[in-house]
């Protein structure tokens, strides 16, 4: 799956379906990353509140990476210059 993210909802979104399509429950994930399972549910409906540390450990136990690449025209056709 390749998914371009720009909105915290499209975050949550594809996290949620991630953990689904493994098969998980929030309990389950939970457990995995040594938290709560209010905390996952916390993570899943208000994405802005995870941490990059908790982001990434996330993803991690969802079998997911985050990959950093330019937008399509670059900086410069997005900043109008």
Known sequence: MKQVL???LQVS???QG???AAG?????TAARLNIS???M???ELNPGS?????????MGVLGLELVVQEKHGGVDAEAGW
């Not at 998980?24 to 389950?28: M, P």
């Not at 995870?50 to 996330?58: P, T």
């Open 24 to 28: 998980l429950n929030q309990s389950e």
């Open 50 to 58: 995870i941490s990059v540390d908790q982001l990434l450990a996330l």
């Open 6 to 8: 720009s909105t915290p």
């Open 41 to 43: 549910s916390h993570m």
């Open 13 to 15: 979104q594809v996290l």
């Open 37 to 39: 399972q209010s905390r």
């Open 18 to 20: 991630a953990r689904k």
